[in-house]
Every structure is written in C-alpha cells, then in structure tokens.
C-alpha cells in the first residue's frame, strides 16, 4: 500500500522507500510500550499512510494531509468517489495526526534513512553499467526497490552487500556472462567496494527468495484483476 500510495502521491523512489523503512521499524517485534501501542491503535492502512505523510515531510517535499487520506480512501475503495468533509474525514485526520505522534515515539525521532539506492548507483557507475548495459542497471535498481518490502532487506542488513546482491542478481537473471560485466581481479570486484563476499551470497539467496514471493503476490493481484474486470 505504500509503495503504490507514494506512486500516487507522485513521490520520489527514495521518499517512498524511507516510509517503508519506517513502517518496518515501526511493525519491529519489541516488547516496547510505543511499538505495542502503534498496532494496538492504529489499523495498517493509517499507519502506511503515517509513514508516507512523514516520509514526504522529511524529504521536504510534504503532501497535505487531504492528499494523504484521499490517496488512502482511493487504495481501499477503487472506482469510489472522493471522501467528503464529513465527521468521519476530520476523525481521519485527527487520526493520522495523532498516529504520526505516536510513529515519531516509536522511531524515537531517528528520521534519517541510509538511501541504499544512492550505493547501488555508485556501483553502478564504478563498474560503467549505466552506459555499458542500460538494462542490467534498470533491472539491479528495481531489485533495490524490491528489496525494500522485506524488513531483513532493508535497514537490518549491510547495505553495500545488498547493492552488490541486487547487480549479480540482475546480471543473473538477464544471463549475463560475468565475465563481460565484471572486472576480474583476485577478489571479487565487490570486495574493492567494501562488500564482504559471505554478506553477498546471504543477500543474494534472500533477495531471490523475495522475488519468489512478490512474483506470486503479482500473479494473484493480477488474476484478482481480470476476474473483477470480467
């Protein structure tokens, strides 16, 4: 839901993966009053938005909260008509306000998110993809993103390893020949960029794990659709 919110809001990749980043710091499973009290309170599609509105300000390119719940209202109620100013509007916002009270607690007003898709861009160009093979860098960039939905994938792990993972995946799943992508040298070329090689092939199993799974999760959204429109 944030992922196609943020889409719909017209938000930046990094804006909308710093929401994510707080939603699972946010959905963490601690024994803490304020991670407790955010699920007790709040339903996912408030929080979601929460961490969308915040994400945004952080950013500095803030939405209203109209936007933020109209958006909401779109995702939960396809082809309905826009929410009116009503009592179940303000209490919507009043809702989001309070939430964000609560997400700024949770996250113990640590705002900052390490932009891995800023690293993935830096190997990227060290390695001359973006000229070289367009495509292998598109797809090593979507992985990224993909990578953000899973909690382990994104802010638990080393990032300069997921960078590496996301391109030997990508050239992986294009059946690239390494030899024609990557410098060879002793170590891999990672190595040079500070990826421990051990991080790398643990990246690189959990990432395909999690393409797996979005796979289906698509699939099913997908024929979810074509019944609908039927």
């Given at each position: 839901m944030i992922?196609?919110?943020?889409?719909?809001?017209?938000?930046?990749?990094?804006?909308?993966?710093?929401?994510?980043?707080?939603?699972?710091?946010?959905?963490?499973?601690?024994?803490?009053?304020?991670?407790?009290?955010?699920?007790?309170?709040?339903?996912?599609?408030?929080?979601?938005?929460?961490?969308?509105?915040?994400?945004a300000k952080v950013a500095e390119d803030p939405r209203r909260l109209r936007e933020i719940i109209t958006t909401r209202f779109r995702l939960l109620h396809p082809g309905a008509e826009f929410p009116k100013l009503n009592k179940k509007y303000h209490a919507d916002k009043d809702d989001l306000v309070a939430c964000e009270q609560l997400v700024l607690r949770t996250l113990r007003f640590e705002l900052e998110y390490d932009d891995r898709h800023k690293i993935l861009l830096h190997f990227l160009k060290w390695l001359d993809l973006k000229k070289k093979d367009p495509k292998l860098a598109q797809v090593a960039y979507g992985l990224m993103t993909d990578a953000t939905y899973s909690p382990y994938l994104c802010?638990?792990?080393?990032?300069?390893?997921?960078?590496?993972?996301?391109?030997?995946?990508?050239?992986?799943?294009?059946?690239?020949?390494?030899?024609?992508?990557?410098?060879?040298?002793?170590?891999?070329?990672?190595?040079?960029?500070?990826?421990?090689?051990?991080?790398?092939?643990?990246?690189?199993?959990?990432?395909?794990?999690?393409?797996?799974?979005?796979?289906?999760?698509?699939?099913?959204?997908?024929?979810e659709e074509e019944v609908l429109a039927v």
């Open positions: 992922h196609r919110g943020g889409i719909l809001l017209r938000l930046a990749p990094s804006t909308i993966c710093t929401a994510i980043a707080y939603f699972h710091r946010c959905s963490e499973d601690k024994d803490e009053r304020p991670h407790l009290l955010v699920h007790e309170k709040y339903s996912h599609a408030i929080l979601s938005s929460t961490c969308l509105f915040l994400a802010h638990k792990r080393a990032k300069r390893a997921l960078a590496a993972a996301c391109i030997v995946v990508a050239a992986d799943l294009l059946k690239r020949d390494p030899e024609d992508v990557f410098p060879a040298g002793i170590l891999p070329w990672y190595g040079a960029l500070g990826a421990h090689p051990g991080d790398v092939a643990n990246m690189c199993h959990h990432l395909l794990q999690l393409i797996k799974q979005m796979w289906g999760l698509r699939k099913q959204f997908k024929d």
